[in-house]
């Protein structure tokens, strides 16, 4: 067990020394020796006149260090795993560094790494400390020049942050580049390739008229898969001037693809480094939802470029300043550019499938968390996507204009500077004059609150009655929880589905369709109400709660197929669903699951109006959110249930299903992609009866040209075991063997399928000759594993558990932040029925006696407490 030690919030203090100015010089040879020049002064700010000077560092030798060009001796510092500490210096002093790495056995994929045969960084959170001694937190901001060197072949192409300002051959065959970045930023945004990479360039004409170059790099031969990447990239540019005014501020964009990255992608100041994943696409290899996951994740890294490079966090607990503030205005991006609906509830699936587990299990944190063992353990879907949602709230309250001269506020007041999550918000009350005092406690506790309501129509007074109750589970440590703002938006209906218009009541009622629920109970009394009407709430999700109302079947088939609101819709239709998942887990199909059919019924036979949207109408919870849903888990038993009602759709909608299903295009295009996931989802159902016929569609689909098509059929036969799905997979291999991303989703299909033995067909995964243990492969293998094969990871005997962790134990000792990633997997016990629940535990006990990293033992140690 590791006993790294815990950080806590409140123990911030001042940097006591800044940096003014930082020069690197790389030279890359067998090994890399960097020489770091920095310009120290004491913190004028911090009192203490003689703190000594300590750095940051681990992982390299040390070669060097000299205080104003007199070179120390060891005795003139002090050295710990992952500190330099030197006595006495000078008030204003230069310090040289030089240390000396092997990015080639770097296997975490922090500080300076192999990727295929190109060098490239990846430094936050603390991944620059893996480089040279350096006071590594991000609020030193300094300026960066950086002169790399290297083999010339080898090496063609050498990036750094900033302009390039020098370059030119040197003897041997080397040479190099200098680069300039003129903005202040911290170290955990540097960053450094170096590679022979084909580069593909385009220009963008800022509002203001400056011309920027816009530069990808990616392996050769994958040049053509760069323009939906660059398409992306223009289209964010221009979204994020004509919406929040923000124009770039460099001449130069650069963004590279390495193939082994732990996360998505890294907003390094004009040089972002993307997992190739998030970069590159053709029709023939991505998939529509690949598609919009590139336009997300680029304009996510652009949008940083403002949101968390121009205004960076003070200290870590801040992470969500820059990454819920982010998340929230990529989400708006796409749904302004791709369909605010879909958008929105593919949004707000992932949160609920992801982010609310892990807001009632065991690392369970505020989105800004009071403390760490880790900080890479905290990039987690609260600090981002619960983050989001409270952003989003915050808009929806003072109105997209109030909210939008806030940002813009907040920006000028911190422009060059780092910033903590109170700034931000006293930014919004002094432009909006507001108290936002009730979003301070959205952020300081975790968990999500349950909302209650109840409604009662009193036809003398002609008062509708609405009785609301906010509740929140109480917290591990039992500090009392808080009261939070939550706002409601809401519509009623009359009997023929029209809707009927409420006047405002603040301020319960600020607007005619939002609630604002600010205490823990509240009445709003609607007068002038003809009949009893049917409520909708939570329109577009604007709250990240669980809403609790006793809606009658009738109800939810009327929001399903009359609410305009899409999110609504789609809501009623989960709805719908649950109950029937239910009923058919607890005792066979009954009227639940008569509702269901006949609602979906109702709306196939309506003429199609958005297939996009009725796509995710249409679309089955997964399996890892409807574990969310009962309490125990018995994994045998919802998966059958989950069958059979994916069945007993596919019976009762045949017709239209055959219909949708037949039409899938080949062509790109958002009207296509709408088509082709109306198809896909209705494949997929059609494929549960086991008609030859089908089956025969799928194998043929299988080997469309079009990925989305070949990938549908693929998903859609997946857990189906007959000859089609094996031969399909068989030739899907050969044809993609060389092809890594689509290979990725050759084993994630393979670890995910029901069929057979899935934990030993996860073990020869493992041993595949195909398999490499690159991130993405890591996440394809075993992430879809635990995530989405819950019958074989949940096997009554614990082997799906014992994989997992033997996987994790392995893997901690090359790459933490990947083992530490899959540790989700094993921190559910206490939700499992027993005897599986012990075997987990079990598992736990036994990794917990290992050495481990501090990423992996947090995790453990939390999930055992
Ligand atoms: N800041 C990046 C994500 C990122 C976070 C941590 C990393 O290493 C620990 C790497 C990347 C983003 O939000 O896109
Ligand atoms: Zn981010």
Not at 41 to 58: F, H, M, Q, T
Not at 71 to 93: E, K, M
Not at 191 to 205: K, M, P, S
Not at 556 to 569: I, K, P, Q, T, Y
Request: net charge negative.
């Amino acid at each position: 067990m590791s006993h790294a030690a815990e950080v806590f919030r409140k123990d911030y203090r001042l940097p006591a020394f800044l940096v003014d100015q930082v020069d690197l010089a790389f030279d890359i040879r067998e090994r890399t020796t960097v020489q770091a020049r920095l310009q120290l002064r004491r913190n004028p700010a911090v009192a203490i006149a003689d703190e000594p000077l300590v750095l940051d560092g681990r992982g390299f030798d040390l070669l060097e260090v000299a205080v104003d060009d007199r070179r120390l001796g060891v005795g003139d510092y002090q050295r710990t795993d992952d500190r330099l500490q030197i006595a006495v210096v000078p008030d204003r002093f230069t310090l040289r560094i030089v240390t000396q790495l092997d990015p080639e056995q770097n296997t975490t994929l922090e500080g300076l790494y192999r990727s295929g045969s190109m060098l490239c960084t990846q430094c936050e959170a603390r991944g620059f400390s893996r480089i040279t001694y350096y006071p590594d937190r991000p609020d030193v901001l300094s300026r960066f020049s950086v002169r790399v060197e290297a083999d010339a072949q080898r090496f063609p192409v050498l990036l750094s942050n900033g302009n390039p300002v020098e370059s030119g051959a040197l003897p041997d065959g080397r040479h190099y580049t200098v680069w300039d970045d003129p903005f202040l930023k911290p170290c955990y945004l540097f960053a450094l390739v170096a590679g022979d990479l084909a580069c593909i360039e385009d220009h963008y004409t800022t509002a203001s008229g400056r011309d920027v170059a816009l530069r990808f790099y990616v392996d050769h031969g994958n040049e053509a898969r760069v323009p939906h990447a660059m398409a992306s990239l223009k289209r964010a540019m221009r979204w994020d001037e004509q919406v929040y005014g923000l124009e770039y501020d460099l001449d130069l964009y650069m963004v590279v693809a390495a193939r082994d990255f732990n996360m998505g992608a890294m907003e390094n100041k004009g040089l972002n480094l993307f997992n190739a994943r998030y970069v590159l696409a053709s029709p023939q290899t991505a998939t529509d939802a690949d598609y919009d996951g590139i336009e997300s994740v680029i304009a996510h890294e652009y949008f940083h470029n403002w949101t968390g490079n121009r205004v960076t966090c003070r200290d870590w607990f801040q992470l969500s300043l820059k990454e819920g503030l982010t998340v929230f205005r990529d989400q708006c991006f796409s749904q302004d550019l791709n369909g605010e609906a879909v958008h929105r509830i593919q949004s707000v699936r992932q949160l609920r499938t992801v982010q609310f587990p892990e807001d009632a299990g065991p690392m369970a944190h505020p989105v800004r968390p009071d403390s760490y063992v880790e900080i890479n353990n905290f990039y987690t879907a609260t600090v981002y996507e619960k983050g989001a949602e409270i952003v989003r709230m915050i808009q929806t309250l003072l109105g997209r204009d109030t909210f939008i001269a806030g940002v813009q506020r907040y920006l000028r007041e911190h422009d060059g500077s780092a910033a903590t999550i109170e700034d931000f918000l006293a930014a919004h009350e002094a432009e909006s004059g507001r108290n936002l005092d009730g979003f301070r406690r959205w952020y300081s506790q975790p968990g999500t609150p349950l909302v209650t309501i109840t409604d009662e129509y009193d036809a003398r007074s002609r008062v509708y009655r609405l009785r609301l109750k906010q509740s929140h589970a109480p917290s591990p440590n039992g500090a009392p929880k808080q009261m939070v703002p939550i706002p409601i938006r809401f519509a009623l209906r009359d009997h023929d589905g029209r809707r009927i218009s409420v006047s405002p009541q603040p301020p319960l009622l600020p607007a005619p369709d939002l609630i604002l629920l600010e205490d823990e109970e509240a009445v709003l009394n609607v007068p002038d109400i003809g009949s009893s009407p049917n409520p909708s709430f939570l329109l577009g999700f604007s709250a990240p709660v669980r809403l609790q109302f006793a809606y009658t079947s009738d109800q939810l088939v009327s929001l399903l197929l009359d609410e305009e609101d899409g999110f609504a819709r789609w809501e009623a239709a989960q709805r719908l669903m649950l109950n029937a998942f239910f009923e058919l887990q607890a005792s066979g199909p009954g009227d639940d699951t008569r509702a269901l059919l006949d609602a979906l019924q109702r709306l196939a036979a309506r003429p199609v109006e958005d297939r996009a949207l009725l796509a995710e109408l249409l679309r089955m919870p997964s399996e890892s959110y409807l574990a969310s849903q009962v309490q125990p888990l018995d994994a045998a038993r919802l998966t059958s249930a989950r069958d059979a009602l994916r069945l007993r759709i596919a019976q009762a909608l045949t017709g239209p299903l055959s219909v949708w299903s037949a039409a899938a295009p080949e062509e790109p295009g958002a009207s296509n992609a709408a088509r082709r996931a109306l198809a896909n989802v209705s494949l997929w159902y059609l494929m549960s009866t086991r008609v030859n016929r089908v089956l025969d569609i799928g194998l043929k689909q299988a080997a469309s040209p079009n990925m989305t098509v070949a990938f549908g059929a693929l998903t859609a036969l997946n857990d189906i075991d007959c000859p089609q799905r094996e031969a399909a997979m068989d030739a899907f291999l050969q044809r993609f063997r060389h092809e890594p991303l689509v290979l990725d989703k050759w084993f994630a299909l393979q670890a995910g399928s029901a069929i057979g033995q899935g934990v030993e067909r996860v073990r020869s995964l493992l041993q595949h000759p195909d398999f490499t243990p690159n991130p993405n492969r890591l996440r394809a293998v075993l992430g879809t594993f635990w995530r989405e094969n819950l019958r074989a990871y949940h096997r009554a005997d614990g082997a799906g558990y014992r994989l997992l962790g033997d996987q994790i134990a392995h893997l901690d000792r090359s790459n933490p932040q990947i083992a530490a990633r899959l540790c989700d997997g094993l921190l559910g016990w206490k939700d499992i029925v027993p005897p599986q629940n012990q075997l987990l535990r079990a598992v736990l006990v036994d990794l917990s006696q290992q050495p481990l990293s501090a990423d992996v033992g947090e995790k453990i140690g939390k999930a055992l407490l």
